[in-house]
């Protein structure tokens, strides 16, 4: 079994450090919330009160970060963790952000003797918590090899996209494919209830006909139609509008460094940028607000 450092338990690193310790593997981990790491120690890891304790004498630094600004602050800001790593680890970082990010960040690390790939994930809070996580990696293939069993204690499908960047570039593409099935789901939903349909008739009906999509089928946005889903509790928990409104934003970014057309893409993103002016805090799914009719 690997010692392995986890920082960044938020929505999706808490559960899936916790599968880590399922597994048998001993994690230390470091979050800047407090209640994180209550919820971690009481699952089995070990707390650390810096980066740099955590990932003392570590054979692999696994991390879960909002965003570019975070990874880079971590590993190469002014006391850059990548510093603190022993040579000879592997970093996977599963946070996703700029492609040139995370390239700027397997450089430093390959200059220190350090391994890195990225490896972002899909399937979002429930496949966390259950193990079932999609793992897209960018990265060495025999380094992608060495992370398997701890990618497979946290997931169950692993692709490997390409060198390092790539697994970045995949997931860009898949987020911005999910904001817009989502919006287009939301949408159609709300059309359907405004004429007086039952939001999980017209539900099944779609699900079962051509518009079927994962977020119709695994994830529906209108309340009542699904359980376990953010929508049956008020969008609290799952993966923030902000969080999808910054991966649309680099949707963007990919797209003009490019040259690539993505309107779709573009109007999803503005959808997001005016529902995240009142509920950028909520779940993704609670796009469907700017479509439903106010009681």
């Known amino acids: 079994m690997a010692n392995i450092a986890f920082i960044g338990l938020g929505n999706m690193g808490g559960p899936m450090a916790l599968n880590l310790i399922k597994a048998g593997h001993e994690v230390r981990v470091y979050d800047l919330a407090p209640a994180a790491l209550v919820a971690a120690k009481a699952g089995g890891a070990s707390v650390a009160e810096t980066p740099a304790a955590a990932v003392e004498g570590v054979e692999f630094v696994v991390s879960m970060l909002p965003a570019s600004q975070h990874v880079e602050g971590l590993y190469l800001g002014g006391n850059g963790l990548l510093g603190a790593i022993r040579p000879g680890s592997l970093v996977i970082d599963c946070s996703t952000i700029a492609p040139a990010a995370s390239r700027k960040v397997a450089q430093a690390a390959k200059a220190l003797g350090i391994s890195f790939i990225d490896a972002p994930v899909s399937g979002g809070t429930a496949g966390a918590a259950a193990g079932t996580l999609s793992f897209i990696v960018g990265g060495a293939a025999e380094l992608l090899e060495r992370a398997r069993p701890?990618?497979?204690a946290m997931?169950?499908?692993?692709?490997?996209?390409?060198?390092?960047?790539?697994?970045q570039v995949a997931k860009i593409c898949n987020n911005m494919l999910l904001a817009i099935h989502m919006a287009g789901s939301a949408e159609a939903l709300a059309l359907g209830v405004a004429n007086g349909l039952d939001p999980s008739v017209l539900s099944d009906i779609m699900v079962k006909s051509s518009g079927r999509n994962w977020s119709l089928e695994l994830?529906?946005?209108?309340?009542g139609v699904m359980d376990k889903v953010p929508a049956a509790h008020g969008y609290a928990g799952g993966f923030g509008s902000a969080?999808?409104?910054k991966d649309l934003g680099l949707a963007a970014e990919a797209s003009a460094a490019s040259g690539s057309a993505v309107p779709l893409g573009e109007l999803a993103r503005a959808l997001y940028q005016r529902h995240c002016q009142s509920e950028g805090a909520l779940d993704f799914s609670s796009i469907v607000n700017l479509y439903r009719k106010k009681d």
Request: glycine residues 20%.
């Open 243 to 245: 969080l999808m409104l």
């Open 219 to 223: 994830y529906n946005p209108w309340p």
């Open 155 to 167: 997931g169950k499908n692993i692709f490997h996209a390409g060198d390092n960047g790539a697994g």
């Open 150 to 152: 701890l990618l497979g």
